[in-house]
């Protein structure tokens, strides 16, 4: 199996991404960090095969995607969408907000996260647990 978490290729450009983040990643990740939000664990900066995604909740098969001035153009739009699509192939929801929503519905985006938590299971439930007999 070919490892896609973390590639080492994309090791300096996930540094570098943690080391200047921007104003709303900033204050996003003072609520997601150390498992604050519902003892969810977040990643900040976190690549899966080519993609590097702002927030990754492992647990939850969760991503959160700020946008700013640079996703509003056609090319990020395809490049986001097929990012998005990639990522819904490994079972991964992304979410996205635009960085002005972290400070002026900091409420809202927080309330969205959470309602997302469950999403995978709600998706894909489990069978039912196996009640011996044969097969």
């Known amino acids: 199996m070919n490892k896609i978490y ?6 300096f450009f996930r540094q570098t991404l943690r080391r200047h983040l921007t104003p709303a990643e900033a204050k996003l ?17 976190h690549s899966i095969g080519k993609y ?7 647990s939850e098969r969760l991503a959160i995607e700020l946008d700013g001035e640079v ?5 990020a739009i395809e490049y986001d ?3 998005s699509k990639y990522m819904m ?9 635009e960085n002005q ?10 309330e969205t996260i959470k309602s997302e938590f469950g999403w995978y299971e709600k998706d894909h439930p489990l069978p039912p647990p ?5 097969f």
């Not at 973390?6 to 090791?11: A, D, F, I, T, V």
């Not at 192939?89 to 907000?97: A, E, N, T």
């Not at 196996?130 to 044969?134: L, N, R």
Request: hydrophobic residues 35%; contains cysteine; positive net charge.
């Open 6 to 11: 973390n590639l080492k290729e994309y090791k």
């Open 29 to 45: 990740w003072t609520y997601l960090k150390n498992s604050q939000l519902e003892g969810r664990k977040f990643k900040r900066q």
């Open 52 to 58: 590097v995604l702002d927030f990754y909740c492992p």
């Open 71 to 75: 996703h509003f153009n056609i090319a």
């Open 81 to 83: 969408a097929e990012r």
């Open 89 to 97: 192939q490994l079972g991964i929801k992304i979410i996205r907000f």
């Open 101 to 110: 929503m972290v400070f002026q519905q900091y409420d809202y985006v927080m």
């Open 130 to 134: 196996w009640q011996g007999g044969e």
